[in-house]
């Protein structure tokens, strides 16, 4: 059996992301592993992180906060502030930024919700 010691969780808030946390975590857990929380900010200006009109510099450090402050939020409530479990904030491409994750952290799997 192959061991997914290193889980990369990839989200975007979105309700349909939790399914894919609780799988993430499971597998966490069954091999004793390590569980990362990924957000990749691409467009600062959206309406997710709840800021859509001012100074784009303003508009990126919200984004920046608010994506710290959900996963943070995830870490503590979902999770219980587990010690294998580390949050990442990144600004740019998706497919970048998730690659960068899977060789920095030598990920194992990728969980996100489709």
């Not at 979105?14 to 799988?23: K, M, N, Q």
Request: charged share 25%; hydrophobic share 40%.
């Amino acid at each position: 059996m192959v061991e997914m010691k290193r889980v990369l969780f990839l989200t975007d808030f979105s309700p349909e992301a939790t399914g894919a946390l609780s799988y993430a975590w499971e597998l966490t857990q069954k091999f004793g592993g390590r569980l990362s929380l990924l957000h990749v900010i691409v467009d600062p200006t959206s309406k997710l992180y709840q800021m859509t009109s001012g100074d784009y510099h303003a508009m990126d450090k919200n984004a920046q906060e608010k994506a710290r402050e959900w996963l943070t939020k995830i870490h503590r409530e979902e999770l219980g502030n587990a010690p294998n479990c580390e949050t990442l904030v990144e600004r740019g491409e998706l497919f970048e930024h998730v690659l960068h994750a899977v060789r920095e952290h030598h990920i194992d799997m990728i969980a996100l919700s489709a």
